[in-house]
C-alpha cells in the first residue's frame, strides 16, 4: 500500500491494545507516575548493549483486503562513552511480498552497509544510526497532561512495568512525532483509536524494554484503512557487549561506495531466500535458523552452528533446548523450564535459586547461554516469549 523500505522482516510483534483509551482510562496514578518520573531521571547510560527491535503495520482495507509491513533489526555496540561508538547492526523487512536485509558495520562515524548484495558507506552521527533502525531506541517521558492512566507494578525478575494509557489527542501527537515513520498522519482522516505504551526498567535501573501498540484509522484512495501499529526495543547485555572490527574488515570495507554512487540496477528487490513466516514460532525459528544465520539443520530435530574452531551452539527442538559447548564443556538452557545448567549445577530463572556446589563464574555463564539463544531469536525477528509460549 503506502508503505516502503529497505530494512527487515520478521514475525512476531503484539497486536494493539483492544478498548479505546478514551473509553477506558481510569483516572491517573500520580504515585505510579511519580515513580515513571523517577525512573527516568535515574536511569543508567550504559557504555554498550545488544538491542532487538521490531515494527509491525497490519493494514486492513474497506474492501477487506490486507497487507502488513514487518521489520525487525538489531544492534550491538559499544564505546558509547568516549563518544566513538562501533556497532554492528542487522535489518530485514518483509513488505509486499519482496524481502530486503542490510548488515553494516559502524565505525569512525560511518556506516559500511550491505544491502541485498550491495555494499557502500554513508557519513552519519550515532544518533541517526539508531534512527535508521526505523523504531524509537531511547525513552522517552511522557508529560503527565498527556496521561489518561498509568500503572506499575513489579514482575518475577524486579523489573518495574509502567503500562500508560494516552488521552486521545497525546497519542495522535505523539505518535506522528515519534513513531510515524511512514507518514500516516499526513493522510486524510487520521486518526489514533487506541494506545498504549509500555516501558520497562530492570532493577538496576537500566531502560530494558518499550513496547508501543496504536490503532490508527485513515483514509487512502477513498478506502477507509484501519492500521494496526506495533513496535519495539528491547535490551540486553548492557554495560557487557564488545564490538571489535577486524583490520581485515575495515580493509575490506574500505572498498565501499559513496551511497550516492550506489547502482540501483544492481540491487534485487527479492531476498533470494525464503523468509516468510511460517505458522508457527518454532517452525519461522527453524527456517531463519539456516537462511538468515547459516546453521545446519542437521535432520534430527537439531541445528547447529560451529565457530572459533572450538566453540559451537546446538538448538535442540525435540527436547527445547539450547546448548553452548567451548571445547569439552557444555552449557545447555532449556526455554521450556527456563532453567540452565552445566554439570552438576542447575539455575532456576524463575526463582533464581541454584543448586548447591555451583560456583559464580559457572552461573555467569549459564545467564550468558540464555542471552544467547535470545539473540539468536533476535537476528530470526522472533523472541524468547514467543518461543517458550508454544513449548
Not at 60 to 67: A, L, M, R, T, V
Not at 158 to 182: G, H, M, P, Q, W
Not at 220 to 240: I, N, P, T
Request: a negative charge; charged letters at 20%; one cysteine or more.
Amino acid at each position: 500500500m503506502m508503505l516502503c523500505g529497505c530494512s527487515s522482516a520478521a514475525g512476531s510483534a503484539s497486536a494493539s491494545a483492544s478498548a479505546s483509551s478514551s473509553a477506558s482510562a481510569q483516572p491517573l496514578d500520580t504515585d505510579a507516575y511519580t515513580a515513571y518520573t523517577a525512573s527516568l531521571k535515574d536511569k543508567k547510560t550504559p557504555d554498550s548493549y545488544y538491542a532487538a527491535v521490531n515494527s509491525t503495520y497490519k493494514m486492513d482495507y474497506s474492501d477487506n483486503s490486507n497487507e502488513l509491513f514487518v521489520m525487525d533489526g538489531t544492534m550491538e555496540v559499544s564505546g558509547i562513552a568516549a563518544n566513538q561508538p562501533s556497532a554492528h547492526t542487522t535489518q530485514h523487512i518483509s513488505s509486499k511480498g519482496t524481502e530486503s536485509d542490510l548488515a553494516g558495520d559502524y565505525y569512525g562515524g560511518r556506516l559500511y552497509n550491505t544491502y541485498n548484495n550491495v555494499n557502500y558507506y554513508e557519513d552519519m552521527s550515532f544518533s541517526d544510526l539508531k534512527s535508521s533502525l526505523l523504531v524509537p531506541m531511547d525513552a522517552y517521558q511522557i508529560p503527565q497532561a498527556s496521561i489518561a492512566s498509568i500503572t506499575a507494578e513489579k514482575d518475577q525478575d524486579e523489573n518495574v512495568i509502567y503500562t500508560v494509557k494516552l488521552n486521545s489527542d497525546a497519542a495522535s501527537s505523539l505518535f506522528s512525532s515519534r513513531y510515524d515513520s511512514y507518514g500516516f498522519s499526513s493522510y486524510d482522516g487520521y486518526q489514533i483509536d487506541d494506545s498504549t505504551i509500555t516501558d520497562t526498567f530492570s532493577k538496576e535501573g537500566y531502560f530494558i524494554k518499550e513496547q508501543a501498540d496504536f490503532t490508527i484509522s485513515v483514509t487512502y484512495k477513498s478506502q477507509a484503512v484501519k492500521v494496526a501499529y506495533s513496535s519495539y526495543v528491547s535490551y540486553l547485555k548492557q554495560d557487557a557487549s564488545s564490538v571489535s572490527i577486524s583490520d581485515e574488515t575495515k580493509t575490506a570495507e574500505a572498498q565501499y561506495v559513496n551511497y550516492k554512487d550506489i547502482d540501483t540496477s544492481a540491487i534485487s528487490s527479492e531476498s533470494q531466500i525464503d523468509d516468510t513466516a511460517e505458522s508457527t514460532v518454532t517452525d519461522t525459528f527453524k527456517k531463519r535458523l539456516v537462511g538468515r544465520l547459516d546453521y545446519t539443520d542437521n535432520g534430527d530435530g537439531t541445528y547447529s552452528d560451529t565457530f572459533n574452531d572450538n566453540e559451537s551452539y546446538t538448538i535442540d527442538f525435540n527436547n527445547k533446548t539450547f546448548k553452548y559447548t567451548n571445547y569439552s564443556i557444555a552449557y545447555s538452557y532449556s526455554w521450556k523450564g527456563n532453567t540452565g545448567s552445566m554439570g552438576s549445577c542447575t539455575l532456576v530463572f524463575d526463582s533464581g535459586s541454584a543448586s548447591s556446589g555451583c560456583e559464580d563464574s559457572t552461573l555467569t555463564t549459564i545467564k550468558d547461554v540464555k542471552t544467547y539463544l535470545e539473540m539468536e531469536l533476535y537476528y530470526c525477528g522472533l523472541s524468547l516469549e514467543d518461543l517458550q509460549a508454544e513449548a
